[in-house]
């Protein structure tokens, strides 16, 4: 499956933005779904991520409370709704996916096979 992420964007403290994530492929449902982040400088982290049934989701600590992850399985397309966006935020954010079982979220050191190609987010203080 090929991911393209998209709807990253410049925005000021406290703003918002939502991140979409479309697959090309119509078996997107049969893939967990995560998004990670990267600052410049600094290693690739786990920002989220989704099972398969849409039921069950994982935040990292820093973004719990405020981003919120989703997906539509019949549009093949997954989203990060960013809220109360802080400076700390800034970054390219990549989507991703892994084969799981259906209700199975993946897991932020799981291997995954595909990437999309990252959108840059730019949170201004």
């Known amino acids: 499956v090929q991911l393209q992420a998209s709807g990253g964007g410049l925005v000021q403290a406290g703003g918002s933005l939502r991140l979409s994530c479309a697959a090309s492929?119509?078996?997107?449902?049969?893939?967990?779904m995560a998004w990670f982040r990267q600052a410049p400088g600094n290693e690739r982290e786990f920002v989220a991520a989704?099972?398969?049934?849409?039921?069950?989701?994982e935040y990292s600590d820093s973004v719990k409370g405020r981003f919120t992850i989703s997906r539509d399985n019949p549009n093949n397309t997954g989203y990060l709704q960013m809220n109360n966006l802080k400076p700390e935020d800034t970054g390219v954010y990549y989507c991703a996916a892994k084969f799981t079982g259906w209700t199975i979220v993946p897991r932020r050191n799981d291997p995954y096979g595909y990437w999309g190609q990252g959108t840059q987010v730019t949170v201004s203080s």
């Open positions: 989704i099972s398969r049934s849409a039921e069950f989701t």
């Open positions: 492929s119509r078996a997107y449902s049969a893939y967990g």
